[in-house]
């Protein structure tokens, strides 16, 4: 079992930069995937960026590359999200997601066993 707890998000004017920061307690972090997924009002939840286990393999969306940077320290059970050059559409509400280390792709959702309560991030224009 794992228990996650987002924190860092708020309001931030486009072009501007947050960093959210997820906690993970209750088993061993050190072997666990781990992604920031997102969600729109209306829409469906989507995939941001993950980190493998050992913090070796990173994947990006399309739409946040060059801008997200995601990041973990085992030491500290942390995982991180530096999102610069931020887009009114990048407003969602931001969850970090684990999984024990597996071959499957980052970006599938449901290969997600553990999830946060989420922290909103809004951009305004």
């Known amino acids: 079992q794992v228990q996650l707890v987002e924190s860092g998000g708020g309001l931030v004017q486009a072009g501007g930069s947050l960093r959210l920061s997820c906690s993970a307690s209750?088993?061993?972090?050190?072997?666990?995937?781990m992604a920031w997924f997102r969600q729109a009002p209306g829409k469906q939840r989507d995939f941001v960026a993950g980190?493998?286990?050992?913090?070796?393999?990173?994947t990006y969306a399309e739409s946040v590359k060059g801008r997200f940077m995601i990041s973990r320290d085992n030491a500290k059970n942390t995982v991180a999200l530096q999102m610069d050059s931020l887009k009114p559409e990048d407003t969602a509400i931001y969850y970090c997601?684990?999984?024990?280390?597996?071959?499957?792709?980052?970006?599938?959702?449901?290969?997600?066993?553990?999830w946060g309560q989420g922290t909103q991030v809004t951009v305004s224009s």
């Open positions: 997601a684990g999984r024990y280390l597996s071959n499957v792709g980052k970006d599938l959702i449901s290969s997600y066993d553990y």
């Open positions: 209750g088993s061993i972090f050190s072997y666990y995937d």
């Open positions: 980190i493998n286990w050992r913090g070796e393999s990173k």
